[in-house]
């Protein structure tokens, strides 16, 4: 687990992944979107939910994409013990109460557990839409067993006294 930086290429830099946080109707009707690393973005309509990610030129300043936070979505746990993994959405929890809604996920190896529905960062609908690590994600099929290498020898110990 755990978050580590990945080099990315020119591409990849100018694009960049937004969760809102919070949405707020201003004066004029439009509707401000308050977005992680202090983004703000006002919009004319409310197209977007809290939860959802924006992928954003950001050379042209324009929302290319928008990934719904929803069951199938991919999504990489930001904080926690699965803090670096990535894992597929199969439900939530939402209470009404002071308890935090719940995200309930099922990580690549087919482990389910759940997670402060806060935790997790929409990356992708059927596919990444950012390379998190070098490799790639895979759902869905059982990991390919690695060949197993032949044991070492063991070496044998040294004989004492030479040959009888």
């Known amino acids: 687990g755990g978050i580590k930086p990945l080099k990315i290429t020119q591409k990849e830099s100018e694009i960049k992944l937004f969760s809102i946080l919070k949405k707020t109707r201003i004066k004029g009707g439009k509707i401000q979107l308050n977005c992680t690393s202090g983004r703000n973005i006002l919009l004319p309509k ?7 990610t924006l992928i954003i030129d950001l050379k ?4 290319i994409n928008h990934l719904k936070s929803r069951e199938g979505a991919l999504v ?19 209470f009404l109460s002071v308890s935090k809604d719940r ?6 190896k ?6 402060m529905k806060e935790y997790v960062f929409i990356i992708g609908e059927n596919k990444n839409e950012i390379r ?4 790639d994600i895979k759902f869905g099929k059982k990991a390919e067993k690695k060949e197993a ?9 040294a ?3 030479g040959k009888k």
């Open 76 to 94: 990489l746990v930001m904080k926690g013990k699965h803090a670096g993994e990535a894992a597929i959405i199969k439900g939530f929890k939402n």
């Open 60 to 63: 042209n300043k324009k929302i």
């Open 159 to 161: 004989v004492k006294g």
């Open 110 to 115: 087919g482990k389910v557990y759940e997670t």
């Open 132 to 135: 998190i690590r070098e490799e």
């Open 149 to 157: 290498k032949p044991a070492k020898k063991a070496k044998k110990p």
């Open 103 to 108: 995200a309930i996920l099922e990580s690549e």
């Open 46 to 52: 409310n197209d977007y939910s809290t939860g959802d």
